[in-house]
């Protein structure tokens, strides 16, 4: 099993900034990506940012410009850094890894979420 255990959420005003931070632990010899979703009240869960052990990064497109994510050379940690905050980013953020165990050929990969951490932006 592996474990997802994040931080960093709040209230903020618009314009502020916030980190997120999420550190991987348990079965994770194997990485493909960790990353960060996030789900508004009424809406789907959206991809916001994914990023690989050896660096490569996705973010949405809507979002470059103001959020980056980094994993700070720690391959079991991501770090969503929020800058320029609306309203409208106000969701659940949940951290989410690609990892699992080792087999002879290669590595098997699950999905593992986190529990989620609450990002209010105030007008």
């Known amino acids: 099993q592996v474990q997802l255990l994040e931080s960093g959420g709040g209230l903020v005003q618009a314009g502020g900034t916030l980190r997120l931070s999420c550190a991987a632990s348990?079965?994770?010899?194997?990485?493909?990506?960790l990353g960060w979703y996030r789900q508004a009240s009424g809406k789907e869960r959206e991809l916001v940012a994914q990023?690989?052990?050896?660096?490569?990064?996705y973010i949405a497109d809507s979002l470059k410009g103001r959020f980056t994510i980094s994993n700070e050379n720690a391959r079991n940690s991501v770090y969503l850094q929020m800058n320029n905050l609306k309203p409208e980013d106000s969701a659940i953020y949940y951290c989410?890894?690609?990892?699992?165990?080792?087999?002879?050929?290669?590595?098997?990969?699950?999905?593992?979420w986190g529990q989620g951490t609450e990002v209010t932006v105030s007008s």
């Open positions: 990023i690989t052990p050896d660096g490569r990064t």
């Open positions: 989410h890894g690609d990892t699992g165990i080792e087999v002879p050929l290669g590595c098997h990969y699950s999905g593992y």
């Open positions: 348990g079965k994770t010899i194997c990485i493909s990506a």
